[in-house]
């Protein structure tokens, strides 16, 4: 057929011995290149990581950006930021679901393509999935009981509770 794009497959070991900038989503042998590098993108990551590492005691948590984390045996995804519960030690690719996944759109991105990332952190146990719209500041949350829109502009999480009012986060992108 004319047009159509046939994926590379490329085996796991070699995926996992190969650095990308940035690094890539892999599932099922295709290497997906993720929408990252735009000012707003990048901003809101940074603000949502220096909120939590400036209450990692308080909260108990750990707070990294651009994380490997193998969701199934054959899938690894590359969150924008991964919370996770306790202070470490920490393995290089993390194996066991983290508290919580944020994903903060890029222009780019397609509603099929989150929905697709979204459903591998839930199925993998995530118990909680930010997405997050820097450019109209909206976000949602996905649970393995659902999703539903922020319309209170907080985000909460149970046990342990986190409560982050989204106020607070965008504040840092109008300085």
Known sequence: MIGVKRATLVPLEEYLRTTYRPDCDYVDGEVLERNVGEHPHSNLQTEFVVYFRTR???????????????????RFRIPDICVMLGRGPFPPIF??????????LSKDD???????????YLKFGVPYVWLVNPLNRRA????????????????????????????DVFAGLDD
Request: proline share 7%; charged share 30%.
């Open 56 to 74: 990692r005691k308080q909260w108990n948590v750990h707070a990294v950006v651009e994380q490997r984390v193998q969701v199934a045996a054959r």
């Open 110 to 120: 397609t509603l099929a393509s989150m929905l697709d990332r979204i459903d591998d």
């Open 140 to 167: 949602w949350v996905y649970t393995p009981d659902g999703s539903r829109e922020v319309k209170d502009g907080t985000l909460r999480t149970e046990n342990p509770e986190i409560v982050i009012p989204l106020a």
């Open 95 to 104: 194996r066991e679901p983290p508290f919580i996944c944020i994903e903060i």
